[in-house]
């Protein structure tokens, strides 16, 4: 199984490098097009190097050859963590037919994980149709695996933690945004599919990573109480972690 694990991390590393474009188009709020011809950071027409993950970035010494435009770390990481992410995925999935919504579902909240970390906002444009799509082969994945009688349970799921999101985003005036609330229907979609427990800790492991990391930015000063960290990247750990600790105990793992 190592050479599957050894696929799934290039296809993984492929993906990332997709992502990269997708996540600057984010940033900079332009088409995705715009910058597909583009070297991934900075507006030099790419070269063919350019295209292959981790290689673009690999020789250039954190900056552009030509223009001395800086990678930046967030960039950086997008490959790397998208191409674990996928061998996590097979690894603890294994050969199920919802795989494929797995995989979809790391991708995309991949995606918004690093937007949100750079600007503070989950896009629709990403994130409704990431959505959609997850469910669709969740319940397709689910269908085939005969397990379709558990997608009823993974959309309470999805909208209890949405809704259970949408108070304290109308409360607190920006400490949880609607992207969170929109982003809560994914995450405990899939959560949910392994039961509430999984939904539950989902949850809570968001509030806690982030009640955690809040602490220690405070006690180095690096944040004051009056700001505000991205809750995008906590929720996405805290449904990873709750769906790795599901899947562990399935049969699935190979």
């Known amino acids: 199984m190592v050479q599957l694990h050894l696929v799934a991390?290039?296809?993984?590393?492929?993906?990332?490098?997709?992502?990269?474009?997708?996540?600057?188009?984010e940033l900079e709020r332009v088409p995705v097009r715009s910058v597909t011809?583009?070297?991934?950071?900075?507006?030099?027409?790419?070269?063919?190097?350019?295209?292959?993950?981790?290689l673009w970035w690999a020789?250039?010494?954190?900056s552009c050859s030509r223009c001395h435009e800086p990678t930046g770390v967030i960039y950086r990481l997008v490959e790397p963590v998208t191409g674990a992410a996928w061998v996590g995925a097979v690894w603890l999935v294994g050969a199920q037919w919802t795989l494929a919504a797995y995989l979809?579902?790391?991708t995309v909240?991949?995606?918004?994980?690093?937007v949100d970390l750079r600007s503070y906002r989950l896009p629709n444009r990403v994130l409704v149709p990431g959505t959609a799509v997850g469910a669709?082969?969740?319940a397709a994945g689910a269908l085939l695996d005969g397990r379709i009688g558990d997608i009823p349970e993974a959309l309470a799921a999805g909208l209890v933690y949405s809704v259970t999101l949408l108070i304290?985003?109308?409360?607190?005036r920006g400490a949880i945004g609607m992207g969170d609330v929109k982003l809560a229907f994914l995450l405990g979609l899939f959560a949910g599919y392994h039961g509430w427990e999984?939904?539950?800790?989902?949850?809570?492991?968001?509030?806690l990573l982030a009640g955690a990391v809040g602490v220690l930015l405070l006690a180095l000063r690096r944040i004051t109480r009056r700001d505000h960290l991205p809750f995008g990247p906590f929720m996405v750990a805290g449904a990873w972690f709750a769906i790795a600790r599901a899947l562990a105990g399935s049969p699935g793992i190979v």
């Open 9 to 25: 991390g290039l296809l993984g590393l492929l993906g990332g490098r997709l992502l990269v474009t997708l996540i600057r188009a």
């Open 37 to 54: 011809s583009c070297r991934p950071t900075c507006g030099c027409p790419a070269r063919p190097v350019d295209y292959a993950p981790v």
């Open 59 to 62: 020789g250039a010494r954190g």
């Open 104 to 106: 979809w579902m790391v």
């Open 109 to 114: 909240t991949v995606a918004l994980s690093f």
């Open 136 to 138: 669709v082969l969740l």
């Open 168 to 172: 304290p985003a109308l409360v607190t």
């Open 198 to 207: 999984a939904a539950v800790a989902a949850l809570a492991g968001a509030f």
